[in-house]
């Protein structure tokens, strides 16, 4: 078992000269999940026409977006290496955890650092290139993040500000998101599980010391983790890393990050 300082203390010796599914929750109650829905539903109000969400876009200013993205990127590989308990577990163990947790916890990431984007539309693709090239595969319309999806990230964005995390619940959430028994083929089951339930404990005790008198939040900030994990990651990909990486796999590019010596 992890001791509880290590997850908020991550300092993350020698990688920083390097440079380089969804967990269920049982809490979800009627009353919880109509106070999602309501913060969801208040965050897209405005954006409700179906063919403005259709809209495909890309960042308006993807040199400086990317480049601070790929610093939160940094930062989440950072603190996942940081973890002597993550350490412990199998390199395969490892790379399932890290493969299906680094969106939800690069969008934590994006909330802890207050990250804030613009997007626009994507230029039409001309006639003459049309004619060259010919016209767009479906499967590569599907890829190009949409004005919807966009909405959707900042709501969860929204959600998370609204709620004012201190470092540590970050950090612990953090841990709740990665430690996830849910993920497939994990050779170290119930560690895992442990170490999730850990944290969710070390999570719940620090909401207590700095919030006694909020009995919700404990809950609501899990709801706003459940929400987090809906983030697409073609989107994530597509949207930030696809103007500086190009056809490079991504997942490739996050194992080689997580094992560099």
Known sequence: MFPLEEITNNTCSGFRDKHPHTILYNILSGRESGYLNRKLNHCATE?????????????KDPKATCQVASSVLVKTICFVRSLPSFSQLSSGDQSSLLRHCWVPLFVLGLAQEKIVFEVTDVPNSSILRQILLGPRLPEQEAEQPTLAEVHKLRACL????????SPKEYAYLKGVLLFNPAVQGLSALSFVEALQQEAKRALEEVIQLLHPEDTD??????LAAYTIQTVGYSLV?????????????????????????
Do not use: A, Y
């Not at 939040?217 to 899990?222: C, G, T």
């Open 47 to 59: 954006h409700n026409c179906h063919c403005e969400q259709r809209r495909t876009v890309c960042l």
């Open 158 to 165: 929204h959600l998370l500000w609204n709620l004012d995390l």
């Open 217 to 222: 939040r404990f809950s609501h900030i899990l």
């Open 237 to 261: 990909t597509e949207l930030f890393f696809k103007p500086v990486i190009g056809n490079t796999n991504m997942l490739h590019l996050l194992t080689k990050m997580l094992f560099v010596q």
